[in-house]
């Protein structure tokens, strides 16, 4: 046992969940277990913080389950965490519990839960990055990406393959409310004639025009991905309705939707979710905190939380760029 004053830990998934949650969790709960503390597993994320679903968790409670998708721990969305005094009864709770450090494994909106925790009762909190979407500040990489990318290029591929039987266009919607990156990496990855991001004004004219330009130069199919936006299916469809009026386009709509979310993480996947649990608990136990686990330059290591939650820029912006260019 360490001189540390963190003796007892829980950990909780919380926000979408994301293929490698599970490796995380494992690695979380035996580091933690083979440095000695008492590791916690939390249900259903901060709904089940303030439901006081906690359980104790041993080596073999996360015995078999880093190659399988979503989470043993399940996670949800808890609109009351949102509030002050609801964040003072959680922190409660884990005291009563004599827990003194909580993991949370999750995206931004978790990360920004764990923050008010830490500003507003100094409780010691650590974040994994744990979101298909890739977009949290600090880290070139969130678990679960991978795996989500490599899940739509297997669908892309199969679209790619009837279109060109029968000379068709699809417009084939990945997932992104608002993070660019899944239809980025896939659009690259697929060779796609135009990708449509979040947020972006769609100009379903250029979206043509790339068509057309395509099927001059004797290409009989054409991939459109467009980002899911606010609301799945919306632009999805109201490309394919322009496509047709202003421009005699047929075009097939295709939204992949929670597909992406689930299945087998990737090697990457489970190795990065490896690093970061362990690199959490023994940042824990250091007393460094609040921090995340992050991954730059081939390194996994930690930023400060409150770097995390800044605005991410995106740091390729070249990759549409890179689309159009090799898919002329
Ligand atoms: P993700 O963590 O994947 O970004 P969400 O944005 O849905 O997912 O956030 C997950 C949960 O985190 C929310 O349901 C809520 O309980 C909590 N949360 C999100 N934003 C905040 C915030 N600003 N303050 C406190 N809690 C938050
Ligand atoms: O944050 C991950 C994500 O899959 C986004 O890409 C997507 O917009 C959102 O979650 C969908 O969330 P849900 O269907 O669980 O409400």
């Known amino acids: 046992m360490s001189d540390s004053k963190i003796k007892t830990i829980a950990v909780l998934t919380s926000g979408g969940d994301a293929p490698g949650m599970n490796a995380a969790i494992r690695s979380v709960v035996r580091t933690g277990i083979a440095r000695g503390l008492k590791v916690w597993g939390i249900q259903r994320g901060y ?38 005094e609801t964040r003072r009864e959680a922190v409660n709770l884990l005291k009563r519990k004599k827990i003194d450090g909580l993991i949370v494994i999750g995206g931004d909106g978790s990360f920004n839960g764990a923050h008010q925790m830490w500003l507003e009762h100094q409780f010691p909190v650590v974040g994994i990055p744990g979101t298909i979407d890739n977009d949290i500040s ?30 068709r266009t699809f417009i084939v919607e990945v997932m992104g409310r608002r993070s660019p990156a899944i239809a980025l990496h896939t659009g690259v990855c697929t060779g796609a004639e135009n990708i449509v991001l979040p947020s972006e ?31 799945p299916g919306l632009v999805s469809y109201q490309i394919q309705e322009s496509l047709k009026k202003d421009h005699q386009i047929d075009a097939h709509v295709c939204v992949l939707g929670h597909i992406q979310r689930g ?13 970061m649990g ?20 081939g390194h996994v290591g930690v930023a400060p939380l409150s770097e995390c939650l800044k605005k991410r820029v995106e740091s390729a912006p070249g990759h549409l760029e890179l689309a159009r260019t090799l898919s002329i």
């Open 47 to 84: 709904a089940g913080l303030l439901e006081g679903a906690f359980r104790e968790m041993d080596a073999s409670s996360v015995g078999n389950i880093l190659q399988h998708g979503g989470t043993i721990l399940q996670t949800s969305r808890c609109p009351e965490f949102h509030q002050a």
């Open 263 to 275: 299945g087998h993480p990737s090697a990457i996947d489970r190795f990065l979710a490896a690093r």
């Open 278 to 297: 362990y690199e959490a608990v023994e940042r824990m136990i250091a007393g460094e905190y609040p921090v995340v686990s992050v991954y730059v330059n």
């Open 138 to 167: 600090g880290t070139e990489y969130t678990i679960g990406f991978d795996t989500a990318v490599q899940t739509a290029i297997e669908a892309v591929d199969k679209i790619r393959d009837t279109a060109s039987s029968h000379a």
């Open 201 to 231: 004004n769609v100009d379903p004219s250029q979206i043509a025009s790339d068509i057309q330009r395509g099927v001059k130069r004797g290409k009989n199919s054409s991939i459109i991905i467009v980002a899911e936006g606010e609301k």
